[in-house]
């Protein structure tokens, strides 16, 4: 069955940077699409950013410039590079897959998530 475990999720002060990992397993990690979702209190789950089974990369506006999504496909590894981290970026970040080549916003299989903490 699909896994997805997150890591590297903690607690860093305004400007920071964190890199969030997503080891897979399950699947032939290259056939799916793959995706960063994150959720705060209170507020929906929303897409931070995806890669294609063709490498191409799509982000959320609130993240462009500040986050880079990269796999390592030998690892069968997802990451999520935050750099510049606000105080809005606090929430439960979730790794996702897809099962189309391309990401649609909605996957199949999620993550347990991993908190990230954004101090002020």
């Known amino acids: 069955q699909v896994q997805l475990v997150e890591s590297g999720g903690g607690s860093v002060q305004s400007g920071g940077s964190l890199r969030l990992s997503c080891a897979a397993s399950g699947y032939t990690y290259t056939s799916y699409c793959m995706a960063w979702f994150r959720q705060s209190p209170g507020k929906e789950r929303e897409g931070v950013a995806s890669?294609?089974?063709?490498?191409?990369?799509s982000y959320a506006d609130s993240v462009k410039g500040r986050f880079t999504i990269s796999q390592d496909n030998a690892k069968n590894t997802l990451y999520l590079q935050m750099n510049s981290l606000k105080p809005e970026d606090t929430a439960v970040y979730y790794c996702?897959?897809?099962?189309?080549?391309?990401?649609?916003?909605?996957?199949?299989?999620w993550g347990q998530g991993t908190q990230v903490t954004v101090s002020s």
């Open positions: 996702a897959a897809d099962r189309r080549r391309r990401c649609t916003w909605s996957p199949n299989y």
């Open positions: 890669i294609d089974t063709d490498g191409s990369t």
